[in-house]
């Protein structure tokens, strides 16, 4: 069975940084392109970055660009966003997703395995 299992959300001020986990079980991280998503109170849930199978290509959505960054760690069966420099635009729940030997997407729609999503709130 394959399950996600997201952490590392909290409450940071403007400027600050945080750096999400997302842990797989049932499936190895490597052979799967990893989403992350979030969505934000009254939002329709978009997508924020993305990393391929094999690491051959990322997507990160023009709002987080040179402030977010994903890493995956086999070892650990994990993949991680770091996240610079939050602004209070930066604010909902994230959610990362699994999508068997594939290119990254950001269609939501296109990931079959979901976390259970973590919250991030960037107040002053």
């Known amino acids: 069975q394959e399950q996600l299992v997201e952490a590392g959300g909290g409450l940071v001020q403007p400027g600050q940084s945080l750096r999400l986990s997302c842990k797989a079980s049932?499936?190895?991280?490597?052979?799967?392109?990893i989403g992350w998503f979030r969505q934000a109170p009254g939002k329709e849930r978009e997508a924020v970055s993305c990393?391929?199978?094999?690491?051959?290509?990322?997507y990160y959505t023009e709002a987080v660009k040179g402030r977010f960054t994903m890493s995956r760690d086999s070892a650990e069966n994990t993949v991680y966003l770091q996240m610079n420099n939050l602004n209070p635009g930066d604010t909902g729940v994230y959610y990362c997703?699994?999508?068997?030997?594939?290119?990254?997407?950001?269609?939501?729609?296109?990931?079959?395995?979901w976390g259970q999503g973590t919250q991030v709130t960037v107040s002053s």
């Open positions: 049932g499936f190895i991280v490597g052979y799967y392109a």
């Open positions: 997703a699994a999508r068997r030997r594939s290119p990254c997407s950001t269609s939501d729609r296109a990931f079959g395995s």
């Open positions: 990393i391929s199978t094999y690491d051959t290509d990322t």
